[in-house]
């Protein structure tokens, strides 16, 4: 089968993680895109679930504080260090 060339555009931080990653995994980032892509064809869409994810409901609380902190910090105490702040906890402890 004759072959043809893509280019694509990648942030160059993804490409070179990647590379190293699939390096690592003994092939090369053009190997692992058309490993994808066969495996793509194989299933008729994506090899992996594609879905948004759902954050628990800890994350979810704690962007809501970060959120109402952020909006109102009058609300909440400050510490004029980390230390004073290490201390208030290890006192608690």
Do not use: C, W
């Amino acid at each position: 089968m004759a072959k043809v060339s893509t280019n694509i555009s990648l942030d160059a931080e993804l490409k070179k993680d990647s590379q190293a990653l699939f390096a690592d995994l003994g092939m090369d980032l053009t190997t692992a895109i058309i490993v994808f892509l066969k495996q793509a064809l194989r299933v008729q869409g994506f090899p992996f679930p594609v879905q948004r994810e759902t954050p628990s409901a800890d994350t979810v609380a704690a962007l809501d504080e970060f959120y109402a902190m952020k909006a109102h910090p009058e609300q909440y105490k400050r510490y004029a260090s980390f230390r004073d702040t290490m201390n208030e906890v290890l006192d608690d402890a």
